[in-house]
Each structure stands twice: as C-alpha cells, then as structure tokens.
C-alpha cells in the first residue's frame, strides 16, 4: 500500500485522467466522502493502486462505469422528508396551477423515487396532462432503474407513511402492484416523464422550469461546485419559479440569497423573485 500522500496525488490523477478521457468532472466534489467511496471501489476492484487502475479506467468504459457507479451516493426514497412535499402541495402547488402547462426538473433523481413522488403529487393535484417532469442524474445505471420504476416491496412501507406524512390523498397502494418481493409503479405516472444522462457539473442547464427540485447532491459538492450548479439552477428557473433543495442545503450565505426567498422558513424551498 503506498503511503497516505502517494495515495491522494495517485487519486487526483485518476480524477484528471476521468475528466480528459470521459469528461466527467469529479474534481470538486467534497473530498472526504470523494475519498471513501474511491477507496472503497479500489478495495472492492481487482487493482491495489490507484496508478494500478487508472490505464484500465481510461482505457475501458466498462472499468470507468463501474468507478463512476461507485463514486455516486444513490441513496433516495418516495417522499423522502415528508414535509417538504406538504410544503410544495399547499404552499407551491397555487402558484403552480397558474401555469397554462408545467416543467418540472428533478435534477439528480438517483432511482427516480422523487420523480415518481412528484408525478402522485402532481396527478393528485388535478394537473393530469399538463406537466411533464425531467428526471435526470449522472449516473446511467440508476436511470435505468428510474425508468424501470420497479422497487423492492421492503421499501414500501416506508414510501406508504411518507406519502401519509406529505398529504397523500388516495390509498399509496393505488399506485403499485405489487409481484413476489417487488413492487411495480403504475406505468401510467411515467408517461409524462423523461428520463435523461445530465451531469450537472459540466452540461448546460433546461429552459422555462417552473420547478426544480436539487435534494441531497450538492452536500457532495466542494463550494466551487455547488456555485456552479446553484447558477445552473437559477438560470433554468423561471422568474417566480421555485427551487427545492435538500434540508442540509440552502441558499444562505450564497449569492442567490437576495434573488430568491424561501417559501416556508426552513424548508429548504425557495422562489425566485421577479426581477
Ligand atoms: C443522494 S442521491 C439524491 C437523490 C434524490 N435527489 C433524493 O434527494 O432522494 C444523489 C444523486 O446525485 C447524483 N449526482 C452526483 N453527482 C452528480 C452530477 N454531477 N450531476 C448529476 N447528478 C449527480 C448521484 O448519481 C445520485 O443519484
């Protein structure tokens, strides 16, 4: 094993090395959870070194999916903090209903769980076919599954009191079968959803949303980054337009903070003023 200093400039190397091949840049994302995770894919791989993968990362797609699967945190569930999903149906949804036609972007939706959540919220609201929601995310192997919409059954119970918790007004089990230990949505809540590869820390932003939700990704970001992607963000906002983040996230203290006000105290849900 080399020594410490070795192993973190052999780490850097291998994220400069994944930038210039693949473009994907994971060089400012927060460097302790950045060095767990890659420690932990170098453990699990059949290399010892960092130097060891870096030719087969840089030479071989399938090596570099693998490292970039392990490099993402997709942790996620269906309502995941309740209440900032009460919040965006009694606080947000009005000024959403003024919207001849609605864009949602649910920006690093990890196994779709809060795209889904907000196609319920959206259906229960009354907006049938008049919104479509862009779920995207880094990651190809989670979109996959986002797309699948297929979770195992274990998490349902879970996903039932969340969606209790955030003013679910049917029965959660209306909206899945349920087959051996997996639970199927209804395919009808992705039919007016795209799925799509986007990485937010080098690609462009999406035009006219009226909201967007951004939970639990930019804690993974160093501030370089989460600047990047907040002005992302903003500018793929609408004037009075909203923006969700996660609760360990917030506009305070950044540049935003004028131009945006937050819905309800805390929750980590803003709207962007007009001008
Ligand atoms: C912890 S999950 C959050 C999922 C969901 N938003 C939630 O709050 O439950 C973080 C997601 O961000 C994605 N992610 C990380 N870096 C990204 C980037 N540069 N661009 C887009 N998505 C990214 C990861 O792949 C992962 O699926």
Redesign the pocket.
């Known amino acids: 094993m080399p020594s410490p200093g070795v192993h973190h400039v052999e780490m850097h190397l291998l994220l400069e090395g994944v930038f210039q091949v693949y473009g994907?840049?994971?060089r400012d994302?927060a460097e302790a959870s950045l060095h767990r995770r890659l420690s932990k894919w170098l453990t699990e791989s059949r290399f010892s070194t960092f130097s060891q993968a870096q030719g087969a990362v840089l030479r071989d797609p399938a090596v570099f999916h693998s490292l970039l699967t392990g490099?993402?945190?997709?942790?996620?569930?269906m309502f995941?903090?309740p209440l900032a999903f009460k919040t965006i149906r009694e606080q947000v949804v009005p000024h959403l209903r003024t919207y001849p036609s609605l864009k949602v972007w649910?920006?690093?939706?990890?196994?779709g769980?809060?795209a889904y959540s907000m196609a319920i919220l959206l259906e229960e609201e009354g907006f049938k076919d008049r919104y479509r929601i862009y779920a995207?995310?880094?990651?190809p192997e989670?979109l996959e599954q986002a797309k699948a919409g297929i979770y195992p059954l274990k998490e349902l119970q879970r996903f039932t009191q969340n969606y209790q918790k955030a003013g679910g007004r049917a029965a959660f089990s209306d909206y899945y079968s349920a087959r051996f230990d997996r639970a199927m949505l209804e395919p009808r809540l992705r039919e007016r959803m795209v799925f799509a590869t986007?990485?937010?820390?080098?690609?462009a932003g999406f035009g006219e949303m009226h909201l967007a939700?951004?939970?639990?990704?930019l804690?993974?970001?160093k501030p370089v980054?989460k600047q990047r992607?907040l002005s992302l963000l903003d500018t793929s906002i609408t004037p009075g337009g909203f923006l969700c983040l996660?609760l360990k996230e917030g506009l305070e203290t950044t540049e935003w903070q004028r131009s945006y006000e937050e819905v309800v105290a805390r929750t980590r849900i803003y709207r962007k003023r007009y001008a």
């Open positions: 994907h840049d994971f994302y490099l993402t945190v997709n942790v996620t569930e995941r903090d649910v920006a690093g939706c990890a196994s769980e809060e995207t995310d880094v990651d989670v986007h990485n937010l820390a080098v690609d939700l951004c939970r639990n990704v804690i993974y970001f980054l992607v996660g």
